[in-house]
């Protein structure tokens, strides 16, 4: 037989941009077809022994092709992308490949048309690349001809069509979105990130990497798994190298990235249910496929999670729960969404976190409670509970609830609740100030590192600030400043309707000495958001991952000009006196209002001159920042980041934007009678004379 990449029994690493194999990997020439330039171009760690000829990885959805032309089968295993997928693919992708370590099963053989399809797609795009020698970026794949160039708006829609955003959704609304938050990323993301964490993951092994307990994942569903990208080095994101550059280019050298517990810090996931009665499988899908993955030992989740989990499926088991069949449509159990509250005050401090309980929703394929199966919903949640609270042997159950949901798409959570065991109100503690949840708010993830981001961003605000809070969710960041800071005026303005009553219940438990005047609006920021900024000194947001609505961007640029008292800012044609437009009266009368007893002078004619931008969305960040320092509107003052998502490829950044032109540092004020004297002149002269340089240095104790 013709020697093909297959039959080879060598293993070894592939440099992913010479396309040369390492020492001590064996001599393998490569074809430049198809699943070799895969490995080319993105992967970069190949161990060949793993193919023979007929079979092929259970991750690649391109055939084997051999040296004599034809082509090993591939694996049919995957599911034909469904009509929304296979629209994609007419977009050139990539996936992801084969590590050393990884698990798999020989698949059987046989070809889809619908895999035939996406392949002849991709060919020559991928041939493209070889004879380039591209490395594929984000960019390059959107590049399409001048003439069909997209406008800013376009490119945003286009960049993140596939966006999911399940805090839009509610009563029961659909999005017809795969999933749903930062725990299932969206697939065109994943594609691009592949490329850079993979290289990362292959140049870590390449290098002879011995592997480093305190950074590493060591987790044994990784291979399959899609909650994570990258399981070495967690604490340096390979992304923070780009966003490093991005920063010192734009006048902060001093980005750097807070990271804190690398594994064991998620403590919200959503899980689907899948498999039978009898062999329950929970976890998430393999990527780009609807198999699901059973992460029983999953090594982001909280530990309490992964215990709630194992009661979940003895549950299931005992009381013979039927597992959701997407395509049949039937059973019983669809989803679990696990929240953790870390917030115990009846145990010492340092133990909180560790022995954190979980909220547990079982999200059941009915319209409500009243429905047929009710009797074993309710048998469930008390089997739950009695065997995880806080007498039980694992005490580690808050609360059980029911989400109805009975959408034939995958939209995880419907919009009908019921509270069925233990406390209702779920509280945490985060900057400070006791915050409240139910099932249905949105909350961060990683609420340590939430926790670094609050303290940090405390720091940036003045005592005494008038804050507006856009896309606020459940208001964390203003009540705590509002409690932190002495804020005299805190604006929280948010779409999601449930929210309103948990900020309520957090009202109630915030600090007697809190003396601002607060208040939560449900409104959607980007209609007419300009009304939400007048009155304040600092505005902060912090959009989904998508970014900041386009209208949002135009008015915080419009506040800083007209902060800059530039009358002629653009687009005002759009804000003038839209406040006696009804729905802005609308939403601002109906929210939460807590007044407090400060006097300040009249807000009208104040514009935020500080804007804090928290954000999930590299890609997003990116963008919004071109158009926010435009026409020198704000520009960047500090930037950091925080290690948000071990394991996968994204950071959280905390960008700090001042109204106008940058300025030049003012000069360092020294006291009288120092003998130094300060302004910039006289700094030149010290720089003139060397000596008396350093002699001011050293007293300003300046490196
Ligand atoms: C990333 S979350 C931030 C929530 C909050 N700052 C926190 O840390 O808990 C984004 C929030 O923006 C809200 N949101 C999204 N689009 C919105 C819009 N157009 N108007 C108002 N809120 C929006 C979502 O419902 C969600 O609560």
Redesign the pocket.
Known sequence: MASSLCSKSVSGFLNSTTSTLLPNSGNLTLQKACHGLQLQTRVGVYETQRHSPGKTCLKCTAGLHMQDGSSLPKNPRRRPPSEDVRRKDTEPKLHRGWYPGQRTQPPPEGNTPAEKDSEATELPFLRKLISNDETPTRTQHYRRPKSSQPSAGQRREFLFDAED?D??LSDGEEDSDDEEDGHFEDVEDRHFEDVEVDQFVAERRAAHYLGNPDTDLNCKHFSRCSGCVIDVSLDQPPVMNEARAYFAGRGVPSFSLASGSLVEWRCRAKLAVRGTAENPQIGLFEEGTHSIVDIPSCRTHHPSINDAVKLVKQAIRDLGVQPYDENRHTGELRYVQMVVTTLNTSIPVEERYARGKVQISLVWNARDSDSVQDDKLRKMAEMIWRRGNSKADLPIVHSVWANFQTSRTNVILGGRWRHLMGESELWERVGGVDIAFTPAS???ANTQA?EALLRRMQKVVKVGSRVV??????G??GLSLAATRKCRVVKC????KE?KPVFERSLTRLPPSVNAEISWHC????VSPINWLEGSDVVIV???RKGL?LPVVEALRLAAFRGLGKKKAPSSKTTEKVEKRPWIVRAKQSGVHKEGTLDWEEDDGVWPGTLIY?S?GWQAFKLDHDALVEGNAWHLDTAHAFNFFPGTNSIEILAVFKRGKKLPKKPVKVKKGSGVRSSSAKSLRFTKAGTRLAHLNEKLGNP
């Not at 809070?469 to 459940?474: D, F, H, P, S, T």
């Not at 303005?493 to 999601?496: C, D, S, T």
């Open positions: 955003n805090e839009f949105f909350g961060q939430f809070e856009l896309y606020a969710g459940v964390a960041i303005v948010e779409v999601n929210a409104a959607d920021v980007s912090d959009p989904p609505d928290v999930c």
